[in-house]
């Protein structure tokens, strides 16, 4: 990879575009949103497809119609009185909750699950049922890296000649997940990996959505695919993988796996975020079926396990925790990505503020972009990247003084791609070292206040 040549793309500029609500907005033309929240001067909160907006909302429909959140709105779009102003919308016609058309991405699908789904639990009952599972995830979580190293060997036939055939689509299915990394990948790609992560996969399906791409997914059938080979193969005195159950130590704790040490720490909603490098296959050729298959499914439980903790990192804060009454969204989430001396894992936090009233009028949403990537020659590198508007900057911390010596070269390539989009600012800064992380939140583990 040439390290030079990824900074000064326009990936990055495209990405920030394609994040960019002032760009997303058709104004001037009618189109669909979901009432989220109405203030009693008139100021509504939105969904317009993905996008969180706060508008004025104009026009007899607005002062005649009883308006409740979930309710569908057709709205024409209006631009500001003045730059930076509120954003202004007639309102033409409205739905009630009922008649609400199935969200169209993961975003939205959330929230219109948690709106207008009687059987998809609110955030604190999500963290309640996901309480008692989290200490057998915390313990048996692992990285996507090794799985994909694994899988990668047995579908070039490396490990054994032939697979059966259900097995060898599941293992190209989770493989068809990472994202090319030979070549700078485009915004779109990064946002689909994104959105394909698993992280959204139950609210997709409460929404009534059937994605036909998605991680976590295509781990679940890669599980399905192995179970029965483990069962047939095994021995009738050995349990059965459809359950097996964690041996106690004397004390009575359940007994870690021997590698735990080795693994990287769990995700957290306001933790570090850590590269995960490509890893070594650990099976070797030759290896009988019994034993690849049920290697692959203690890695694939793995993985599915830190899924399953990046969605409960991604759950909005309980109300007695949060600093503000609109507190941020964020969603975490880990993408794969391939390249030729194997697939690493890239982990990604997306965090939104709300648009904020100031005495000019609504100010632009603030996204905050954070990242960790592990491949050499670049070794590992951090980034954080802020959007407000057309105000963007760039922060990059390099733990390799040659990485940081090339960044700060390749940064002006960097501003000139972000100037060339029509961003404002576009300072890049590169530090050597890792960024500073704030003292985790208390208590992001247990299931009720103590």
């Known amino acids: 990879m040439n390290i030079a040549q990824l900074v000064q793309s326009k990936t990055l500029a495209t990405l920030l575009q394609a994040l960019d609500i002032s760009g997303e907005l058709p104004v001037g033309r009618t189109v669909q949103a979901r009432l989220l929240m109405l203030d009693a001067d008139g100021t509504a909160t939105a969904m317009i497809g993905e996008t969180k907006v706060a508008l004025v909302l104009a026009g007899p429909q607005a002062r005649q119609a009883a308006l409740e959140p979930g309710t569908t709105l057709m709205l024409r779009l209006d631009a500001p009185a003045e730059s930076g102003g509120e954003l202004r919308a007639t309102l033409v016609e409205t739905r009630p909750p009922a008649a609400a058309a199935t969200a169209a991405t993961p975003q939205a699908a959330t929230a219109q699950a948690a709106a207008t789904a009687p059987d998809v639990p609110t955030p604190a009952a999500a963290r309640a049922l996901a309480g008692p599972m989290l200490a057998s995830a915390l313990q048996q979580q692992d990285s996507l890296a090794p799985l994909l190293a694994n899988l990668r060997s047995l579908a070039r036939g490396e490990i054994v000649p032939t697979l059966p055939k259900e097995l060898l689509t599941a293992v190209n299915r989770v493989l068809a997940q990472a994202v090319p990394g030979e070549q700078p990948m485009t915004a779109r790609q990064l946002r689909e ?72 720490a769990p995700p957290r909603r306001d933790g570090p975020l850590l590269p995960q490098a490509p890893a070594e296959p650990t099976l070797s050729p030759g290896e009988k079926t019994l034993a690849i298959a ?38 975490l989430a880990e993408v794969p990505i391939a390249f030729q001396n194997g697939a690493t894992v890239l982990p990604m936090q997306v965090e939104r503020d709300a648009p904020r009233r100031t005495a000019q009028g609504v100010s ?15 070794g590992p590198l951090q980034g ?67």
């Open 193 to 264: 990996a994104f959105q394909s992560s698993g992280l959204f996969l139950e609210a997709q399906k409460a929404a009534g959505l059937q994605p036909q791409r998605d991680l976590k997914a295509g781990l679940q059938g890669l599980r399905e695919a192995l179970i029965p080979i483990i069962d047939a193969l095994a021995p009738a005195t050995k349990i059965g993988a459809q359950d097996r159950p964690a041996l106690p130590t004397p004390d009575g704790r359940t007994e870690a796996a021997p590698d735990q040490a080795s693994r990287p």
């Open 294 to 331: 049920e290697t692959l499914l203690d890695q694939t439980d793995s993985a599915l396990d830190r899924i399953r903790l990046t969605q409960y990192a991604s759950l909005p804060l309980e109300s007695a925790r949060q600093d503000t009454s609109q507190p941020a969204q964020r969603w």
């Open 364 to 378: 632009p949403p603030l996204w905050r972009i954070r990242f960790a990537l592990d491949v050499e020659p670049i």
């Open 384 to 450: 954080i990247i802020t959007l407000q508007g057309r105000e963007v900057g760039v922060t990059l911390w390099a733990e390799r003084e040659d990485t940081s010596r090339i960044l700060r070269g390749a940064a002006p390539g960097l501003e000139s791609a972000l100037l060339a989009a029509d961003f404002a600012g576009g300072a890049v800064d590169v530090h050597t070292g890792q960024p500073r992380v704030a003292q985790p939140t208390a208590g992001q583990f247990l299931d009720r206040l103590s």
